[in-house]
């Protein structure tokens, strides 16, 4: 027994074993198959071959079907069925039932590989764009939070033992740079990301002039991967690039978690969040935990789990299509999809969280200003290694200070005295445009595409 | 605003964060929850305190429900809400809908820690029961494979370049022995799930005389783990060890699949699949493509990611309960899933290759000669080393022989014509035996727990 | 321009690439090169094959010569260069060096390939021998630790934040009982380990009458791999078998280095080590930290990246030989090492490390007996639930008790006040025994292959 | 008993543990902590303090005495003893030695924590250099081979099954694309790593008016890193983008080993490489083995291996310095070296390799024209799904034809017949000289820091 697909006879158990999640994966992907249908379909309309294989009338029909598929996306309604395997082959099963044998010939010069590849291109562009704007919202609740406190003192800590003076404004700017710096690897990312495989069909091109260009500049892509074997096996690699660079955004959450959880600790009492942002246990009655933080701390292991997978299916694979690649369709959606999870919640976390002064001050011993001590010591012409010996003999003799005082000596550039909170602002500021610029181009070019306005939909 | 739960008010964007996909995942702890509970009432109802925290007619009732929200589990209709947060919740108000004050006592002296974990033990002991079951299916698949097949000339390969004259019989039952080590390691993650949590509660134990042991007992555990606290950080490390161990199924699956995708390339030939068990291109007509194959050396790297993401949790994370767990949860179920999807469909593709005895004929050349040449050489008394040389020197003058009559000198054990099949079909005999035995104890006790057939549920 | 090695000549720069660190890697494995030698030439002097290929006579030249490089490997005086490009070359050259042309005859009937899994299983044997009389000593170390301060209150937590009461008895022995679970793994491990693949030669075996069950049983092995294409294959499996067991080691190691870095700060202070057993600051005179912690917990994720690496370049590859698996090598034998040296020197910090009672006893607050109040009123007839949800309500009722009282009714089994020392201890002991065991057993093997005692090297 | 340390008395047995392979690792980094040193040095000298902490003669002397020992550094002669526990402090030993009390000048204001970071970032991005230009060197080596073979035929696959008609152009110039793509990461990777993390001390700044902005400026750095926390908070971090990136380039080459092993088994024959680039066996004298291919292939696991440790190293972890981030000095030095060694191998075996015309055509059969076919009958004005129907109902009745004549058809942009090699040759040339621009900066930076010509170290 088998079962009838658009492209052969399958056992059932093969076919379930192969199709595996898609069917609900792609509809994740269904409205970038729309939009990467309509601009295939309009280069095919523009090329020079008579007889036309789509013509210009033609074209206005797909398109509007394809608006119509995309608004039924978006309401819930597009369902891709085991038998179709995949999202390429229901669209195509779509339009063949509405626009008939004009719906057979939107496949013509594509293949589902370059189809795939663009889809998951265009799907990644857009989650960039979404995560660099979370990215930097969190950048601003954590400087926000940091100027707020910026003179507040706080133990800093090497090894986690007391070391030196510190504030809770350099504590937490400290991670929004970890975050801003993040940005540099996404960026490069979504550079990487930024190439049209269009055009490329199983990996060797098509008999036909079709205008690869064209279908890249439709797609507001920067330019078209020019090899068409290296654009099909650009695919998870793509997806390697992508998840190491949020793989990064994850490091920095996850060591603002641990130092949250931490710090939040009785023992520690310096941050603390509202009741309702914690959660409680089933047997004792009196816990208020950091649930979200220790499931963010977590999900860093989650992700670098998902780039370990798709490093491993990627590495040493044969050029030209394997089917292995559809494997890293799910580590990669999940990936983007859990980490802008965690984002989103921080930021809340961080605009929630309460510095408590007290607890802060009750920290700072003696000790903690040893280093202090043997610079003293320096200033007054001993040799360092000198200074720091006396002071190490003479621990017991160290008097307690105030933090506040000995922490006006720590003024240079980005110590806790000498933070430039204009400057880390205005970087901020830069990069928001700049993510800004790349989210207007994008959606500009799918709205003259689709001849409706992008991401709304509304017809003009 | 925040939302109730039976454990405190909570915000709603944390509450779904906090509970992500457990409202889905845990329904597959379902059948476990209510077994685990049906095990720990039966302990309440036993213990020596006045008055009975439960009596012997209340654990009737409890468990008559329990068999009942069994029953809904199977049949799809038992469900969990966001608010219930899990499974232990959803159960909680379940009985509590029914049973009234009856059910609020259930959760008498343990914690959603020892219950998740008793919950993840039991369903890990199924799982790794069927898995078994499904490694040694697919290990007599291959052994018939390669009896039928055990004196057809295969070219024995290193590097991938022709080494010395083999035979299908090796090539397949090297990899059916390959699965047989790893029933090692399976067995090994077996025995190191088989101890019972419960009764750990938070990891600090309860002020009540409960009766562990028993527990253990009554869910046809080994034995209870001792410590209570290490039995909740075990959770996690148990999920580990059992990824580990399917790990290793899969890294032999992946070689499996690898060689026969090689070896069913047209310049070779030696494999092939029936065509439906093939799939097509979508825009190439001729195209039939070992998809399964390749998918199932994919979700190697899958299961590997699994690993890295549960270990990456686990790691360095401080004894007593931390919500991180949760997060191991999913690659846990999901590890264990994938795999036996793979063993199964392996098991098929197995059964229905068939092999081609002219192909792998004409891959002989007479270079694959050379080693038993200068084994000649060494029969005459010359060294080997110099055989080798004067052999290497003369490559040119080796004649092709017929494989067959060079393979009848390869008989010591384990070589092609030294494998005892015998042997082999009865190691893979008393392993099933073992697996039986393993099987019928779980399931015997269950049943006599539960008062009905388990686990087909069947009343008496 | 090419070098010359005995199996052909090779541009110097490919030599280099492909000897990589080989000629100072394998130094650790010349001493089972040289006992794997003896074994198979004792075998090939038993050989049924007329004239012999090598006689009795022969055999003791070749082993008493074997004995005395053996005990040059010891002293440091053995070398490898890279024209030997291995171990194996490099004592058959020595070999032939001293023996002339009895030396080219020990390379009779095997290959590299076998050759180096048998050293490889022979190295691993051994390094898991001594690694679990390690996690056995530092079990005891814990045991002991943990009986000393059976009583001593300490806060036990969840989500690191205070939730009931326990004791230092309870948290140590935690630990202790991780790495006695880690033993299952480790000993299915050996198990998996414990298979002789010598006689396999290049994985097809090799046209002479060899005995491949007598090779195993000289050399100490519970019996041969059987198939041997699979023999050759299961290098690179068996070494991610064992690291995956040892990287259990490492995950229980980095949670105690994480339970003491975290309980060492001055907040806690609940444990303390020795000044000598810390490092310092360069620019801080008075820091002590925990740095043999930190490098502990670190060393964990050294070892999981090892444990990756190694599938990853065993996940896929076709059967026989393939050079990847030589880069399985240091990742192997780095795994053991690191992993060895953090349970000794965890071994020395529990031994030095204090408690502090007092220090211990000030972080109980009120809260923590919170459900311990609930299960009051349980024992009163009051539904669990009901129970938590006054409590919970009334949590500024409840009043500061001493720990150590209400610690005493946790007396079930692995609880606080249930802890059975003397089980645990037996396991330990039993444990023990089995180890000794394997390792006499072992080493009476070589010994009697060698005529010497060994490891020792005393001639009799 | 204790061993003395500049920083204070350690248990041996710690020392040992602690230090680790430092003591050789370290070696690698002197070059750059004399660097660092020399501008922490000038810095200090121009310090606005009374008296000056270095005068402008002292750093002259300092300055000069670095000069020497970085050439006792590159002549093998500098040594670091386990009692310095690293290169730091084996300096300062150095410098004091040499220079008396202004020696223990030299570690005023700053800490071993922004030394390390400095000196791994001046490192990294020296390798960094090394290895874009290794990378461009490759491209261009694969770029020249797909030119000279740019029309020559050979059979396009997916899933390894023939598929289209394509040329070793096309294969040939998907790696190159491949390794051009990679450079848009190694360049993001190389930014990230562009800042100056130097003055951050123990991560708190120090209580002297020291000038960030002056040692980022001397050591070629395009800014400093701003937040002092944060700069050795990111040490770790960075190194993990480093690995992320050049994991994407081990990527690219494991494809491309994995490509030339396929296709140079006999079976296929389409590359070849001269006898001494491969390797023999030690069995088998006809053996030709592509070693180094496949090293590189597993080399890629390796480098994969060492980015997990390194993230799960810097996973959670709290920020302030902890020694844990010693343990990511050895993958990320070795991922680097391990890297540039592949690239290095692989630009000869591509200089090396031939391309066999015959056999190449020799893979050829009929059915791989199915697609052009189809595409024939849309040219005459047939849906393509009909078309595609059409022939594989019709597949028996395709004709072999000439590749070279039906990839005349494939003309578009990146297409067999439409690769710009122009348009390729130009984007590497500009890459060249952007990292050459890279390369001159920064030796100029240091050759006017240290007044000699750097890298050379001539005096001018």
Redesign the interface.
Known sequence: M?KK???????P???T??V?KDVMLDLVLAEADCIGTAAHVTMLSKMP?K?A?ITATERKKIIKELVNVLARVREGSFEIDVSD?DV??AL?REL?TTLG??G??????????DQISVDLRLYGKEQLIQMMKEVLALSGELLRFAFKNSSVPMV???????????TVG??A??????LM?DM??L???F??NDRCPL???????????????LTSKLLGFAE????????T??RG?CE??IL??I??VM??L??L???I??YS????GYFSL???????????????????L??V??????V?????????????????????????K??FLEGMHVTR?CLR?MA?MVKKMKADKKALKA?F?S??Y??????EL??K?V????A??H??VH?KE?KGQNPSE?LK????????G???FD??AARIETMKQQVRGNSRRYHNAISKLLGVKYPSLERG
Chains 1, 2, 3, 4 share one sequence.
């Not at 700017?173 to 970890?178: L, V, Y």
């Not at 040799?383 to 000198?386: A, E, I, L, T, W």
């Open positions: 088998t697909t658009l492209v052969g006879n399958i056992n158990e093969v076919l074993f192969t595996g071959v007889p294989v395997q390429h082959m195509e063949t044998d004009l057979k010939k939107v496949h013509t010069a594509r293949s589902r590989n800093g800590r090497t090894h986690l033992q007391p070391a030196m003076p510190s350099l504590w700017s400290a991670h929004a740079e970890s710096d540099t690897v960026k490069a990312a550079d990487f055009g490329a069909a199983a990996g060797f091109g098509v008999p036909a002039p079709i205008d690869r260009k078209p991967v020019h090899n068409v074997l290296y654009a096996s650009s690699k390697t690039v190491s660079a793989a990064q490091l920095s996850s060591r978690a641990e130092d959880i931490l600790m009785p023992e520690f509202p009741e309702e942002y914690c959660t409680g246990s089933s047997i004792m009655p009196q816990k208020k935990n950091p649930d979200v220790e499931l701390r977590a999900k860093s292991s989650t670098h789990g998902y780039l370990v997978a798709t490093m491993g299916i990627v590495n040493g694979l044969p050029t030209g299509y394997n089917r292995d690649l559809q494997e890293t799910e580590p999870g919640i809340t920290g011993n000790d903690i040893a280093a202090d001590k043997a610079m320096v200033a012409g040799p360092f290694r000198d720091y010996d002071v190490k621990l160290l000995v000596n720590r003024n240079h550039l980005g110590a806790p000498g933070l430039d400057f880390l």
